[in-house]
Nanobody, 120 residues
Framework: QVQLVESGGGSVQPGGSLGLSCAAS????????MGWYRQAPGKERESVAS???????DYADSVKGRFTISRDNVNNAVNLQMNSLKPEDTAVYYC??????????????WGQGTLVTVSS
């Protein structure tokens, strides 16, 4: 069993910054991909940023240059620094972690979601 605990988020004015963190724990043998998704009201969940075990990073076009993803391999954590936030960034943000459990089974775990609201 793998658990993800998210922290951060909240409300900010346009142009402001917020940081999200996600820590994975449990029966983890190895972690491959880590990433952040978001789901705005009335819209489908979309990928925001991802980072592989080798450090390859991918961003959604809408957040390039504003968001930065990073991972802490020692603590099995992934972070998302969000700058120059816009109202359209308002959404519930979910952490996602993929890897292998101690039983060598593939896992695909999701965080509980944290709300980010950008509004004046």
């Amino acid at each position: 069993q793998v658990q993800l605990v998210e922290s951060g988020g909240g409300s900010v004015q346009p142009g402001g910054s917020l940081g999200l963190s996600c820590a994975a724990s449990g029966s983890i043998f190895s972690i491959n991909g880590m990433g952040w998704y978001r789901q705005a009201p009335g819209k489908e969940r979309e990928s925001v940023a991802s980072i592989t075990s080798g450090g390859s990073i991918d961003y959604a076009d809408s957040v390039k240059g504003r968001f930065t993803i990073s991972r802490d391999n020692v603590n099995n954590a992934v972070n998302l620094q969000m700058n120059s936030l816009k109202p359209e960034d308002t959404a519930v943000y979910y952490c996602n972690v993929k890897g292998y459990s101690l039983f060598r089974k593939v896992f695909d775990a999701w965080g509980q979601g944290t709300l980010v609201t950008v509004s004046s």
